[in-house]
C-alpha cells in the first residue's frame, strides 16, 4: 500500500504497467523567444483593454450615442448626461461637422428609444450646461444611428428673446393700458398721498410707453434685423477673423526678420569699428598723404583749368591737321625766296603768306 504524498509526505509510487510520470519543465529550461513572444503579447492584450475599457461592454461603461444640434451651446466634454434629473452618463466629446455640432455621450442602465430627444440645459448660474434625454419610443435607438437635428434642442439664445419680446410689445394694447391705469387712479383718489403719486407715475409711464410705442416697435425690429444680419454673416465675420490671425503671424514673422536684420547691422558696425582700430596706425599715414595731395590740387585747380583752355585749341587744330587720311597738312614759310620783280619776270609773288582755303575745307587748310 502506497501513502498519499503532501507536505513532508512520499509521493504515491507508480504501480506495474504504468506510463511514464509527466515532468514540467522550468521557464530557465523552455525556449526563451517563444517565453517572450508570449510575453509580450500578454503585455500588448493588457494595454489594449486597459486603453480601450471604455468601449468594452463587459465592462459595464455602458453604451456610446451621438446627436446633432444646430450650435454646442458651451457644452463640453465630461459635462453630465441626466434623464428626468437623473445623471445616467457623461458627454465623451463635441466637434464640429460641417454645419452641425456632433455630441457623443455614454449612457448606462437607460433605455434609449428610437424616438428619443435631447436638449442642452443650463445646470447653473454659472452656465454650466448638461445634456438632458428625453426616452420616447417603441424601438431602440441603435448606437450607430445618429439623432437628428430635428430632435435635439438648444438653450433659449438673446435673438430669440428680442424676436418674442418685439411680438409681445406689438400685442399690447398700450392706449388701453394707460386708461386702465387712469380709471384705477381715480378709483384710488380718497387713497394716501404716496398711492397717488406712486399710480400717477405708472399712468404717466403708460402714457409714454405709448408715445413711443412706434420707436419701440422700430428699435425691436432693427435689433432683430441686425441679430439676423450678425447671424447670416457669420461666415464672413469667421473669414475676417482668420485672415487677421494671417496678417498677425506675417507681422510677427516680419518683425523676427527686421530684428535678425538690425543685430547684423550691430555687429557689422562692431566689427568695422574694431578693424579701423586695429589698423589706426596704418589708416593715420595714408589720410595725411590723401589730404596734402588734395590741397596741391585745390592749390593748382586754377592752373589746371587754365592748361584745359589752352589745350583745346591746340587740340582742334591737331584734329584738323591729322583729320584728312594718312597724312597731315601744315604750311611752312621761308623754304622759297622772298618775293622778286624783275619786271618782265616775277619769282614768288605770294611771299609767305599762307593760301587761303576753300569754302568746303577745314580750318587747318587756311
Not at 3 to 31: I, M, S, V, Y
Not at 94 to 112: H, M, S, T, Y
Amino acid at each position: 500500500m502506497s501513502r498519499l504524498g503532501g507536505p513532508g509526505g512520499l509521493a504515491p509510487r507508480p504501480g506495474p504497467g504504468a506510463g511514464p510520470q509527466r515532468t514540467w519543465k522550468p521557464l530557465k529550461e523552455r525556449n526563451q523567444a517563444g517565453v517572450g513572444a508570449v510575453a509580450l503579447v500578454l503585455i500588448a492584450l493588457v494595454t489594449a483593454t486597459t486603453y480601450f475599457s471604455d468601449q468594452l461592454p463587459f465592462f459595464g461603461n455602458g453604451t456610446t450615442y451621438s446627436a446633432y444640434f444646430g450650435e454646442s451651446a458651451g457644452l463640453a466634454p465630461d459635462n453630465e448626461v441626466e434623464v428626468a434629473g437623473v445623471k445616467v452618463g457623461t458627454v465623451s466629446s463635441v466637434k464640429l461637422a460641417g454645419k452641425q455640432v456632433l455630441v457623443k455621450f455614454r449612457v448606462k442602465d437607460v433605455r434609449i428609444g428610437d424616438a428619443t430627444t435631447a436638449s442642452i440645459e443650463i445646470k447653473t448660474l454659472l452656465g454650466e450646461k448638461y445634456l438632458a434625454l428625453d426616452p420616447k419610443g417603441t424601438g431602440t435607438q441603435e448606437p450607430n444611428s445618429t439623432i437628428p437635428q430635428t430632435r435635439t434642442r438648444t438653450p433659449f439664445q438673446l435673438q430669440d428673446a428680442f424676436e418674442q419680446l418685439s411680438a409681445t410689445v406689438g400685442d399690447i394694447d398700450t392706449k388701453q393700458l394707460a386708461d386702465s391705469f387712469n380709471a384705477l387712479s381715480d378709483s384710488l383718489k380718497d387713497s394716501p398721498q404716496y398711492l397717488k403719486d406712486t399710480l400717477n407715475g405708472l399712468s404717466s409711464l403708460a402714457r409714454t410707453v405709448s408715445s413711443r410705442d412706434s420707436d419701440l416697435h422700430t428699435l425691436l425690429a432693427n435689433t432683430s434685423q441686425v441679430s439676423k444680419t450678425l447671424s447670416d454673416r457669420d461666415a464672413q465675420l469667421q473669414r475676417v477673423i482668420s485672415d487677421g490671425n494671417l496678417l498677425l503671424t506675417e507681422l510677427q514673422n516680419r518683425k523676427a526678420a527686421i530684428n535678425a536684420l538690425l543685430t547684423g547691422t550691430q555687429q557689422l558696425s562692431a566689427q568695422l569699428t574694431g578693424l579701423v582700430a586695429d589698423n589706426r596706425a596704418q589708416l593715420k599715414p595714408t589720410l595725411d598723404k590723401l589730404g596734402k595731395v588734395t590741397d596741391i590740387l585745390q592749390r593748382n585747380q586754377g592752373n589746371l583749368d587754365k592748361s584745359l583752355q589752352l589745350m583745346a585749341p591746340f587740340a582742334r587744330v591737331g584734329a584738323n591737321a591729322t583729320g584728312n587720311g594718312r597724312w597731315f597738312e601744315g604750311y611752312l614759310c621761308g623754304l622759297l625766296p622772298p618775293t622778286i620783280n624783275a619786271g618782265v619776270v616775277t619769282i614768288n609773288p605770294e611771299g609767305c603768306t599762307p593760301p587761303i582755303a576753300a569754302p568746303n575745307q577745314g580750318v587747318g587748310r587756311r
